[in-house]
């Protein structure tokens, strides 16, 4: 699968790169394949990322049974919780300095969602398969997904993003990949990547697709979640 792998992830920096140029989308009323978006990534995480959770859970209570944590449940939601977390506090600070334009509000939430597409290229070449139906169905919602976070990210910086931002993007998921192939990362890391990207993709589908100003289309999240469950279904 390394040899697919890598083309998904060049697939993802492609989308960066060019997201902007790749469909139009408006904010309001909001574009129907952002609402279909949002509907595949829900499914994801759902149907696919948390389920994948308890088996991270299983293997993090045996790294750490002797550890200071191991009176804690549930470790792995209490960090896919914080990851949550973290992006809705980087999204009210973006949000609250919008307009003063300052180059450490921009640098402070690229930053934070090169993080975020790192992780996403790691776990690509990190996790394990089952085939490449279900890595193709990785990329399928994550690639669409970040044509909502781009369009977001845009939204809030304009062409400063086009400039800079949208590069360090593409290129944080190609480096995340080659870490993930080439680097040695023990189970436990992988566990809290995957958590904290988690709490990362629920509080992003949903802050783009909840608040009511957006005037989303019901009917197109919906297709995008049935459809996307369904291929969970097949595949």
Request: proline share 2%; hydrophobic share 50%.
């Amino acid at each position: 699968m390394f040899e697919l792998s890598f083309w998904f992830a060049l697939g993802f920096a492609v989308i960066h790169f060019f997201s902007g140029k790749l469909i139009h989308v408006r904010e309001v009323p909001r574009s129907r394949f952002l609402s279909v978006a949002g509907g595949i990534a829900v499914a994801y995480v759902f149907l696919h990322l948390l389920p994948e959770l308890n088996e991270y859970q299983r293997e993090l209570d045996g790294e750490i049974r002797n550890n200071v944590f191991a009176s804690l449940e549930n470790h792995i939601l209490i960090i896919s919780m914080l990851g949550l977390a973290v992006f809705y506090g980087l999204e009210r600070f973006a949000t609250a300095n919008k307009r003063k334009q300052k180059p450490y509000v921009f640098w402070i939430h690229i930053g934070s969602f090169t993080l975020y597409t790192f992780s996403i290229g790691y776990v690509l070449a990190e996790s394990e398969f089952q085939s490449n139906g279900t890595m193709f169905l990785y990329f399928l919602a994550l690639g669409i997904h970040f044509v909502t976070v781009d369009q977001g990210l845009r939204q809030h910086h304009q062409q400063l993003y086009d400039r800079q931002g949208r590069i360090f993007l593409a290129l944080a998921v190609l480096i995340g990949w080659a870490v993930g192939t080439f680097a040695e990362v023990n189970d436990l890391g992988l566990s809290i990547v995957v958590a904290f990207l988690a709490g990362g993709v629920i509080l992003n589908v949903m802050k783009e697709e909840l608040p009511a100003e957006r005037e989303s289309s019901f009917g197109a999240f919906l297709i995008g979640l049935l459809s996307y469950a369904l291929l969970l279904l097949v595949i």
